[in-house]
């Protein structure tokens, strides 16, 4: 499976972006996707995921009610739609699946299988 993440850039607070990503190689619509997020110093770290299976979502808790994460089958798309940045928003984001991952480890990002390359998130005040 090959990941290809796009849609990141410069945005004013309060702006939005769709980040887009992209699946290849195998059929995604059985796998969890997921997006998480990564600023300088910091740590990899959860913002969204959606479990194809049980039609699920879930979010980060800071950032839940500013973003959704949707999917289209058709396209093997995940995208990942931004509202009300802020500049701690600021990060490289990356899109991630797997195929065998349990609800309570869906904000690890040690059970993903596959990651994209990241796209940079870069929000100013």
């Known amino acids: 499976v090959q990941l290809q993440a796009s849609g990141g850039g410069l945005v004013q607070a309060g702006g939005s972006l769709r980040l887009s990503c992209v699946a290849s190689?195998?059929?995604?619509?059985?796998?969890?996707m997921g997006w998480f997020r990564q600023a300088p110093g910091k740590e990899r770290e959860f913002v969204a995921a959606?479990?194809?299976?049980?039609?699920?979502?879930y979010y980060t808790d800071s950032m839940k009610g500013r973003v959704t994460i949707s999917r289209d089958s058709a396209k093997n798309t995940v995208y990942l739609q931004m509202n009300s940045l802020k500049p701690e928003d600021t990060a490289v984001y990356y899109c991630?699946?797997?195929?065998?991952?349990?609800?309570?480890?869906?904000?690890?990002?040690?059970?993903?299988?596959?990651w994209g390359q990241g796209t940079q998130v870069t929000v100013s005040s």
């Open positions: 991630a699946t797997g195929r065998s991952i349990i609800m309570s480890a869906i904000r690890n990002p040690r059970v993903y299988d596959y």
């Open positions: 190689g195998r059929t995604f619509s059985s796998y969890t």
């Open positions: 959606s479990r194809k299976s049980a039609g699920s979502t």
